[in-house]
């Protein structure tokens, strides 16, 4: 599709100063491109925008390269990790978090960065079936542990139940929440919570939305324990 020439003004300005910017030779970690800043807001705007389920569950190209961002950095180890059934062999910085690494390391975007201090829930993965919020663990320790995200829990032509549930009660406005909201609420199916509204509430406490989406949340996760 053609790009407006507003698009076409922005991308043309940023390539030339790119090609002029001078190569610092420092590794990624330390510098972001203006280019793959863009680009990564791009991403942003296009999941707030498109039709939930199929920005939050696409999974990554099946030939994403897994890209090499700590190369060069002092002191990065080689890490396994087990994600969707898959294994990834990656070499990191001890530093990185299990969010970033899927976000940046991994191109796996579904995993949402919201407040990345663990007051949010944007981030909610499983490990080992249980939920976690991946801003707050280190990625390296994880080698041992089956790591699920929402990429791993359904896809659009074959949607989780809890998933189908979020749509039929538009259980979300803008979405960012959303594969942190579902991820909370399919760990929640396996745990001992009790059967009222109030019980549900109390037990998705640690996932925020903005949009205050919540009792239509609410009555998403209801519907699906009802079928679960
Ligand atoms: Fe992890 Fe907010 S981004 S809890
Ligand atoms: Fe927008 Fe929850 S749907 S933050």
């Known amino acids: 599709m053609a790009k ?14 790119e090609k002029s910017a001078p190569d ?4 990624l970690l330390g510098r972001v491109s203006r280019r793959s800043f863009l680009s990564h807001i791009g991403a942003a705007g296009i999941a707030a925008t498109t039709p939930v389920f199929a920005s939050v569950s696409a999974p990554a190209p099946p030939d994403a390269k897994e890209a090499p961002p700590t190369d060069g950095v002092q002191g990065a180890v080689p890490v396994s990790l087990r994600i969707n059934g898959r294994e990834h062999n990656l070499k990191l910085d001890p530093r990185t978090t299990l969010l970033d690494c899927l976000r940046e390391n991994l191109n ?7 407040c990345d201090h663990g007051q949010c829930g944007a981030c909610t993965v499983h490990v080992n079936g249980r939920r976690v919020n991946s801003c707050l663990t280190f990625a390296v320790m994880h080698s041992m542990d089956e790591i699920t995200t929402i990429e791993g829990i359904g ?10 549930a979020f749509v039929e009660h538009d259980g979300y406005q803008c979405g960012y929440c959303t594969s942190g909201q579902i991820m909370s609420a399919v760990a929640l199916l396996k745990e001992p919570v009790g059967p009222t509204d109030e019980d549900v509430k109390q037990a998705m406490y640690g996932n925020i939305c903005r949009c205050g989406a919540y009792p239509n949340i609410i009555a998403a996760v209801q519907s699906a324990r009802k079928q679960a």
């Open 4 to 17: 407006n020439p507003t698009e076409s003004k922005i991308a043309k300005g940023t390539e030339e100063r």
């Open 24 to 27: 610092t030779g420092q590794p």
């Open 108 to 114: 796996m975007p579904g995993t949402k960065k919201g």
């Open 155 to 164: 896809q659009p032509d074959h949607l989780h139940p809890m998933q189908a």
